[in-house]
């Protein structure tokens, strides 16, 4: 029943019974650590998994479940996981399919610690991983080795906007068996739903759009009943990276107006993307509603809209680009983004600092390179205040 009503509805309304809560309009918060058993046999049977019903918080808990029941929905997955943060959500999905000798194929162009994370378990577990472009079947073919575990990639990339085709790395993927997972952070389940697309997993910091509000950090992944049973049994339990209830009850708060926002953040955005490129201080504007050609069809199939994040190049380098910075007022300079806020930050000296210098320029974060999170002030104001700062470079 629930799953035929549309987006905007599921994201208010999904999986919540307030009948089975005192009629609680809101979801309440279980804010407890542990669950009375009636007898030691329920308690045994709970162990066993042989009755459903919580036992800890650490392995589930119902303010938590309802998140990731209603996530489950709204990116049409069969079950959904939450974690402490985007991060973890990345880190248990990695562990789950690695073992020593693994590959992985990641796009080129990736969240800081993401590729913190893949160098790290590199060096500690002899895992390989390639960064590739993903841009044709023939590049992710040759990429691919009878280690390789699993394809990750984002798109739009972080904090690039490039954009990646779903099919086309779906389509190598299912003839090699290979899982795709994709980092959907900057979409949100709104814009984009790559389990539709016939992707494996999608994971989201839910720090960003999902909470909205600049006041949790959280992660989430959906995929297959099977592969998130696993997570939740091995990963997320033993490694124990948990969302907390609190979290989860504001994620919620957080699910029911994210389309209202998204609409707010894309209308923004696309009004301040193309002031952007009519300004003379500002060299390239990268925002997917400007692509062409090849990238705009991608665009077109597999987004809705263009998102809140727009990336652009201001003319000089790394001094040109820090004292635009130093010259917002309005703006505020953060990284993290999906806030009602408009945040401005430099990759190249902060989310992306871990990337080597001459690996960050393949990526294409090169040191004029700026990151705009487009917020839900007044767009004229937000313009107002980049076009004054811009003034001043
Ligand atoms: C922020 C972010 C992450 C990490 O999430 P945290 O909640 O900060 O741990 C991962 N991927 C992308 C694309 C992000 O923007």
Not at 53 to 70: A, D, K
Not at 124 to 130: S, V
Not at 346 to 367: L, Q
């Amino acid at each position: 029943m629930e799953s035929k009503k549309k987006f905007q509805t599921n994201a208010i309304h999904g999986t919540y019974k307030s009948e089975q809560h005192f009629g609680s309009l809101t979801p309440p918060l279980f804010q407890t650590s542990t669950f009375v058993f009636d007898t030691a046999e329920q308690g045994e049977h709970r162990f066993l998994g042989e009755e459903p019903g919580m036992i800890y918080s650490r392995l589930g808990n119902p303010t938590v479940q309802l998140l990731e029941e209603r996530l489950a929905l709204l990116e049409s997955g069969e079950k959904a996981l939450a974690f402490g943060s985007g991060m973890a959500a990345v880190s248990a999905v990695l562990l789950h399919y690695v073992k020593e000798g693994s590959h992985i194929i990641c796009s080129r162009g990736i969240y800081g610690c993401t590729y913190g994370l893949l160098k790290w378990l590199q060096e500690k577990f002899r895992i390989t991983f390639d960064l590739s472009d993903l841009d044709s079947e023939e590049e992710i073919r040759s990429k691919i080795t009878n280690k390789t575990v699993c394809i990750f990639l984002e798109t739009p990339i972080n904090p690039t906007m490039k954009i990646i085709s779903l099919k086309t790395v779906t389509k190598v993927a299912k003839e090699q068996g290979i899982p795709v997972v994709v980092d959907n952070t900057f979409c949100s389940p709104y814009l984009q739903r790559p389990l539709e697309q016939g992707c494996d997993i999608v994971l989201h910091s839910a720090t960003k759009y999902i909470g909205g509000h600049g006041d949790v950090v959280g992660g989430i992944i959906v995929g297959s009943e099977e592969v998130m049973n696993n997570i939740a049994s091995h990963v997320r339990k033993d490694i124990g990276g948990i969302m907390s209830p609190f979290d989860a009850w504001l994620l919620i708060r957080g699910l029911k107006t994210l389309h209202v926002r998204m609409d707010r953040h894309c209308e923004n955005a696309e009004k301040i993307a193309s002031r952007l490129q009519k300004n003379e201080k500002v060299d390239k504007v990268i925002y997917p509603s400007l692509f062409e050609g090849k990238n705009a069809e991608i665009v077109k199939e597999q987004m809705t809209k263009s998102g809140g994040v727009i990336s652009f190049t201001v003319r000089g380098g790394k001094e040109q680009a820090q004292k635009l910075l130093n010259h917002v007022s309005l703006l505020k300079v953060a990284v993290s983004l999906g806030d009602t806020e408009t945040l401005i930050q430099h990759p190249a000296s902060m989310t992306h600092a871990i990337v080597p210098k001459e690996e960050r320029e393949k990526m294409g974060i090169v040191d004029n390179l700026i990151r705009l999170s487009v917020g839900l002030e007044d767009w004229e104001d937000i313009w107002g205040d980049l076009e004054n700062a811009l003034n001043q470079i």
